[in-house]
Every structure is written in C-alpha cells, then in structure tokens.
C-alpha cells in the first residue's frame, strides 16, 4: 500500500537532503545519553542516529509524518511523542536536543520561537546542548525561478509524484516558498497541487539572544556547508 500523501511529499521534499547528517552524528557521538530531535517528521536524522547506536525521542506535531517514523524504525532505539514543539512536557531531560532543517523558523514567529525556547531548556540538561540549524532564506529569493530546478520526483506503485519550488517571496519577516506538487497516475491523469510554507527570517544572534533570555548559554556556532541543492545552513548552539 503507498504511504499517506504527507508521508511522500515528506519524503520527497526533506528526506534526500543529507548535507547536515555529519554534523548530527558527531554532536549525538560526544553526548552521554539519549537525543531529542524536534521536528523530527518521518526521521531522515533520527533513524540516521538510530541506525549508529543513539537512543533517539523523535518529537513531532504531525502523527501520520510520526507513524511512518515509528513503522520504519523497526526495532531501532526511537520512542515518538507527538506534541507541538512550543508547549511540550516530556518529564525528563537530555544531554542533546536538536532541531534539524529549519524547524525553528517555521514555529510562527519570535512569540512562538521563545515559548519553544522555553520548552527546550526544560529539556536540556546541565552541561548539555540544544543545537539548531536555521538558514539564511532570503538568499534563495527570487520572486520567480527563471529556470526552475528539475523536480523531486518518486514512482510508487504506478503513480508518480513531483514536487518543485517555483517561487521564493520576500515578505519582510519571512520568506515564502510556493511549491507545485504534481501527481501523475498509471492512465496519466494529473493532478496539480500549491505548497506554500514561510520560514522566519532568523539571523544566529538573534536566535543566540533569544536562546539566552531562556537561560541557555550561546557557545560557538557550527555550519553546514551548500550545496548544489541547499542552502548552507548554521547550527546555533546553545548550553544548558
Ligand atoms: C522541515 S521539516 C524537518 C523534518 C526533519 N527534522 C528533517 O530534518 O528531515 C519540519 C518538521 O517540523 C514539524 N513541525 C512544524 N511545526 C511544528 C511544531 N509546532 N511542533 C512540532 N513539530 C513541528 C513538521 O511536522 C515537520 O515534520
């Protein structure tokens, strides 16, 4: 049976990226415990981990994104809490907390951003880490792609599915990225859906000040290099 429609754009739009990975692996390798991943979605980071040894808690508002995560587990160390990442209770702490691909920036602003700021130092022990990859999306602005990228593309079981960003809109606070996401069946009927998701614009030491007025310490910052798909993107670190 073919996965949930939100499993395969899902799927289809986070789950090749892999330029961050590094990064994920080598703070879960120093940490002395269990990772917190925030915005965890079908677990392109978490099961990443998990497949390397690290006992993982996925978090995540969406639960069908969540039950694909759990199904693909299959027996690896991850739980799964769907919860919304700005008013969580897990009732234990971790030495790392992590959120991947720009989850802070899609919380609905800096009022959203501080009551998630508030959770997450609850849930970071002390001498432990919160690290979180944010992007600078305005780059990537353009109020129409003149030569739009080629689409992700999937075939699962006859149906094929597209997805391509066609438009990346400056709206001050943030930036608007409107997708067409294209479905083409075994008798070629298509169908052509919109995306649009906006991401805060969110600069590092705006993100460290706010991560301070929670009461995390702001230590040095990491980053993820482009590529010729993604944006670079920088881990702000912040100690509990
Ligand atoms: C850009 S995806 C990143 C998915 C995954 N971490 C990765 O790197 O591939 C953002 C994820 O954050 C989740 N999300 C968005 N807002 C959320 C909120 N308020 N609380 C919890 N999860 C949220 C979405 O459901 C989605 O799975």
Request: hydrophobic residues 50%; negative net charge; contains cysteine.
């Amino acid at each position: 049976m073919s996965p949930p429609l939100p499993v395969i754009w899902h799927d289809l739009e986070c789950g090749a990226y892999d330029a961050d990975l590094e990064v994920w692996r080598a703070l879960a390798g120093v940490a002395a415990g269990p990772v917190l991943d925030v915005g965890a979605g079908t677990g392109r980071v978490a099961l990443d981990l998990a497949r390397r040894g690290h006992e993982v808690l996925a978090l995540d508002r969406d639960p069908v994104l969540l039950a694909a995560l759990e199904r693909r587990a299959n027996g690896l160390p991850v739980e799964i809490a769907c919860a919304d990442a700005t008013a969580f209770d897990l009732g234990r702490d971790f030495p790392l907390a992590i959120v991947p691909m720009q989850t802070a920036q899609i919380l609905g602003g800096a009022r959203a951003r501080a009551a998630f700021l508030a959770c997450l130092r609850a849930h970071v022990r002390a001498g432990g880490h919160a690290c979180l990859a944010i992007a600078d999306t305005r780059e990537a602005v353009t109020d129409e792609l003149s030569e739009p990228p080629l689409p992700d593309l999937r075939e699962i079981d006859g149906v094929v599915y597209a997805s391509r960003p066609v438009a990346v809109v400056d709206e001050g606070e943030a930036v608007r990225i409107e997708r067409l996401r294209e479905i083409v069946d075994a008798g070629g009927g298509r169908t052509v859906l919109e995306n649009v998701v906006r991401l805060d614009v969110l600069a590092p030491e705006t993100l460290e000040a706010e991560g301070a007025a929670a009461g995390f310490r702001v230590l040095p910052r990491l980053e993820v290099p482009e590529n010729d798909e993604y944006l670079g993107s920088t881990v702000v670190m912040l100690g509990g």
